[in-house]
């Protein structure tokens, strides 16, 4: 393409090009502008991304459609190629399931009964908003998930996202018909959680990485591989109990934890609503969990 | 009158095809695809089509444009937000800058020229991310995220240059 024409247009050229130059200039600045703003931790910045999520997420289900499709075919295929192994599997767990289900219900009466022998205030109950999990960070940089459910299902900032096997993570902004959790492996996330077996209490925090570091435990704690992490419920956020991962790896002071979710590949997720009772008068009040009138929980 | 409409609707078909093809690896590299570990080394996919654009039809890539895609990116990503667009504007702005010596060569040339922008572009994204998070962040998954994205660029590149031929034609 070569450039053709008189001096005028030449000059309307040089002009324009200048005005180019300028509006990537101007555009810079606004991105670094939006870097500092972002940095400083405006909500303002939460909320215009999640308000672009509530308007997308209805095209991302849709584009999903097709990958959806792609993967259950394979799926299905694969499932045919090993149905007998997988038939003789599950018969091998679940005559293994039938001894624990018996035992669950003896541990279940004999948890009640002894519940009321000693007046035990229950813990308020949790309750499940299930959603889909529509897109993910897209980048190396950050671990996050968006759900295709937002503040008209109920969803709140900091309740806990659990998947079938155990804890994702937590949601972080809410929008109307979408959400963001912020996963467990995320280098910004915290989790209060402790040693099943011993019951030590730590800190979970994400480094980006697959895996999490266990910290905050004390001397005293041995963590050995092998071992359950679980939610220790501190702070209030999440509930007690809640399998999160296993250890793999002690390196000095530093425990490596494998969560039992691979992020990777969650497809739907549970979304806890979980409320710790206001303190009243007496306990046993709250025993039936959210009654859906607003606690007054404190505000952050 | 049936002639005009035509030649409108293609008009503005050509108008929109490197926004659109752009917004649509945008999306695409948001939407889960749950392959074990891609997350973490999901490529850059829409650098592609912006680097693309911006040497083969620049005037359907203004940087506005660009930056309100980057901004996108960001948006959806849950990254920080400012970055990407930032990347997309300078890359943009690097590409149309040396669009006569990376579209008058063999492919190659281009390709070589895009493996550089790319390498730079997460490289950077890198190193802001580690000072806006104020933590060393490993650079093994950038790596391999650079390493597909630009290996994608070839297949890409075809495959805008095969709509650029359907839409645009003679244009």
Redesign the interface.
Known sequence: MRLRGNGISTLGLSLKTTAHRFAAALLVMTALGLLVLGKADAPLIANWRISIADTVTPALAVIQQPVRAARAVIAEARSWANVRAKNRRLEEENAHLRIWQQLASRYRRENRDFRRLLKMARGPVPTFISARVVGDSGSPFVRTLLLAAGAEDGIKPNQAVIAADGLVGRIVEVGTRSARILLLTDLNSRVPVRLAGSGYRGILVGDNSPQAVLTYLPARAKARPGEEVVTSGDGGLFPPGLPVGVVTRVVGPAVHVQPYVDDDEVEFVSVVRYRLPVPKDDTMASATGPSGQPHALPKR | MIQPLGERLRGSVQIVTPAVTTLALI????????????????P?LALTAVYYWGVYRPTLMP??LV?LL????D?????????T??VF??V??LSVSQRRVLASNPFVVGWAGFALVAIGAEVF??A??CA??E?L??LG??A??VALTVSLYPPFAWVFGRIEQRVMGHY
């Open positions: 999306l695409l590299s948001v939407v889960p695809l749950e392959i074990p570990y891609f997350t973490r080394i999901t850059l940087v506005v930056f980057g901004l996108l990116q948006l959806l990503g849950g990254g920080i937000i400012g970055l667009a930032l504007v300078v943009r702005q994204r890198w802001i991310s806006f998070f933590r962040l490993s998954p950038v391999t995220s």
